[in-house]
């Protein structure tokens, strides 16, 4: 019996909350441009002294921006659009296809019964979000 992509992100949002997975994606980029915009703005209206204040504040709320902030993998699972659920679902297929099950509810059975199934669907979504998402993983509270 084929398993269903919403099937497929339920099971792995019970591996990730069994794990305990967050994941803090980082904005590098976003921070950078607004270094360089607050410090362009005061150079602008404030000649060399702006450009140092602009410089400096951009440069705070740059690093601000860029502070990792961990949400739990569940949540991000539930928010990502299909054409990624649809990526995750065939790496997943791949690590599931030679086991033995009749249905959704067997084999989560199965998954939660076995700690290597686990590891393997937690090292799945460790690698899809670092690769795709450019995020830390962290595990635990």
Do not use: W
């Given at each position: 019996m084929p398993i269903r992509v919403d099937q497929m992100m339920q099971l792995l949002c019970r591996v990730a909350q069994e794990k305990e997975m967050k994941a803090a994606v980082k904005h590098s980029f976003r921070g950078g441009i607004v270094t360089i915009t607050t410090a362009f703005a005061g150079?602008?209206?404030?000649?060399?002294?702006?450009?140092?204040?602009g410089g400096a504040l951009g440069g705070l709320l740059g690093a601000w921006m860029n502070?990792?902030?961990?949400?739990?993998?569940?949540?991000?699972?539930?928010?990502?659009?299909?054409?990624?659920?649809?990526?995750?679902?065939?790496?997943a297929i791949a690590v599931l296809q030679s086991l033995d099950w009749s249905d959704f509810a067997r084999l989560t059975a199965v998954v939660m019964n076995s700690h290597l199934l686990q590891l393997q669907l937690a090292k799945l979504l460790e690698n899809y979000f670092t690769r795709e998402q450019s995020a830390v993983i962290k595990y635990g509270a």
């Open positions: 150079g602008l209206l404030g000649g060399p002294p702006g450009l140092a204040v502070s990792t902030k961990f949400k739990p993998v569940p949540q991000i699972l539930r928010q990502l659009p299909p054409a990624e659920q649809q990526k995750l679902y065939i790496e």
